[in-house]
C-alpha cells in the first residue's frame, strides 16, 4: 500500500500503524480473521469483498507480516492466512474500535458484543495502564516526545512531561 502518510508524520506511531491497517477492507479482514476466519472463501463470502480487492489486502498482510500464508491443499494449491504474533497483537485495537462504536448506540441496536467466553457475560473494555491500572483515556495521560524524536516532535510536545 503506498504510503498516505505527510513526510513529518513518519516518525509518530500513530500516523504509521494507519498506514497498515487504517484501510476499511483491512480492518474487516482482520475482525473476520479474529473469528476464525482463515481461507479466502470465507472472508470473501462474509465480507462480500470482489477476490481482486480481497488478494491485494491479504498480500499486503502478509507483506506486513500480519498474516501468514500456509498451504493447506496441493492439486490445486490452495492457502490460508493465518494471524501472526504480530497480528493477534491488534486483537486489542479491534476490540476497542468495536467497543467505541457500541457506545455510541442504543442497547437495542448493537449488532455485535463483546462477551466473555466462558460466562456469556458482556464485557466492557477499556483501555488502561499495564503499571498503574489506570485509564489512559483522561487527560490524566499525554502524548510527549520520545528517545527517538525528531527536532519537530520535541517542538511540538515541548510542553508536556518528557521520559527521555
Not at 87 to 108: M, P
Not at 109 to 123: K, Q
Request: charged share 25%; aromatic share 10%; net charge negative.
Amino acid at each position: 500500500m503506498p504510503a498516505r502518510i505527510r513526510l513529518e508524520d513518519r516518525e509518530c506511531p500513530l500516523s504509521r500503524t494507519v498506514q497498515h491497517v487504517g484501510e476499511w477492507w483491512t480492518l474487516l479482514i482482520l475482525h473476520d480473521a479474529f473469528d476464525g476466519f482463515t481461507r479466502f472463501d470465507q472472508f470473501q463470502e462474509n465480507l462480500g469483498i470482489s477476490s481482486s480487492m480481497l488478494t491485494s489486502r491479504l498480500k499486503s498482510l502478509v507483506a506486513e507480516g500480519l498474516f501468514e500464508r500456509r498451504l493447506y491443499q496441493t492439486h490445486p494449491n490452495r492457502y490460508e492466512y493465518v494471524l501472526t504474533e504480530y497480528g493477534r497483537s491488534l486483537r486489542s485495537v479491534i476490540v476497542a474500535l468495536a467497543a467505541w462504536g457500541n457506545s455510541r448506540l442504543d442497547e437495542d441496536e448493537r449488532a455485535m458484543i463483546l462477551v466473555d467466553a466462558r460466562t456469556g457475560a458482556e464485557a466492557d473494555p477499556v483501555v488502561v495502564d499495564r503499571t498503574t491500572g489506570r485509564r489512559v483515556d483522561t487527560d490524566e495521560f499525554v502524548f510527549t516526545a520520545g528517545p527517538a524524536a525528531s527536532e519537530a516532535m520535541r517542538t511540538r510536545y515541548a510542553d508536556t512531561p518528557n521520559g527521555v
